[in-house]
């Protein structure tokens, strides 16, 4: 079982800045891609970033620029700093990990955090 821990969401004015954190906890073996994805209401979920196990990094168009994710292996954690905030990205945002799991046949899992809101203000 991995379980993921999401913290950092808040309500914060146009402009200004935001870090969400996510943790992997359980019986891991290896981490391949951690990200972040977000959902409005009614809408699809929408990668926003995304970090795979050798570094390489993927973002969303609308976040290019503004928003960075990183990851800290030892931690099993993966982080997204978002600067300059605007009000479109008021958006639950939920961390997803894909890995392999510790086992006598290590089997893969992919996991989704419980989401944490974030609320950008005009």
């Known amino acids: 079982q991995v379980q993921l821990v999401e913290s950092g969401g808040d309500l914060v004015q146009a402009g200004g800045s935001l870090r969400l954190s996510c943790v992997a906890s359980?019986?891991?073996?290896?981490?391949?891609?951690m990200g972040w994805y977000r959902q409005a209401p009614g809408k699809q979920r929408e990668l926003v970033a995304s970090?795979?196990?050798?570094?390489?990094?993927n973002y969303a168009d609308s976040v290019k620029g503004r928003f960075t994710v990183s990851r800290d292996n030892a931690k099993n954690a993966v982080y997204l700093q978002m600067n300059s905030l605007v009000p479109d990205d008021t958006d639950v945002y939920y961390c997803?990990?894909?890995?392999?799991?510790?086992?006598?046949?290590?089997?893969?899992?992919?996991?989704w955090g419980q989401g944490t809101q974030v609320t950008v203000s005009s």
């Open positions: 997803h990990v894909r890995g392999s799991i510790e086992a006598r046949i290590p089997r893969p899992f992919n996991v």
């Open positions: 359980g019986s891991i073996r290896s981490i391949n891609t």
């Open positions: 970090c795979s196990s050798d570094g390489s990094t």
